[in-house]
Nanobody, 112 residues
Framework: QVQLVESGGGLVQAGGSLRLSCAAS????????MTWFRQGLGKRELVARI??????YYADFVKGRFTISRDNSKALLYLQMDNLKPEDTAVYYC???????WGQGTQVTVSS
């Protein structure tokens, strides 16, 4: 049973924007801390996190450029990515911390 499905990835030029979405199935979403990870050529790394109350955390390399948000009524998680850089190229995954659910990932490619 698929629990998380990402969408919104694609190819964009440096300086451009993308908005990723992650659709969750199940009533657990509203009480779950949600995160975005990414994996480029190296290991998977944490990008941003949002708690059920809306508290957020960002990795230093995306602060001021990315914004994580959620809509509990629709069971949706978002990642607004602005001023994208080539080094942001990666597969982006949403992850439900407590249930240990991973989405299948969505590819983001930023050209220089």
């Amino acid at each position: 049973q698929v629990q998380l499905v990402e969408s919104g990835g694609g190819l964009v030029q440096a300086g451009g924007s993308l908005r990723l979405s992650c659709a969750a199935s199940g009533s657990w979403f509203s009480v779950e801390t949600m995160t975005w990870f990414r994996q480029g050529l190296g290991k998977r790394e944490l990008v941003a996190r949002i708690t059920t109350r809306g508290s957020t955390y960002y990795a230093d390399f995306v602060k001021g450029r990315f914004t994580i948000s959620r809509d509990n009524s629709k069971a949706l998680l978002y990642l607004q990515m602005d001023n994208l850089k080539p080094e942001d190229t990666a597969v982006y995954y949403c992850y439900a911390v407590d249930h240990n659910y991973w989405g299948q990932g969505t590819q983001v490619t930023v050209s220089s």
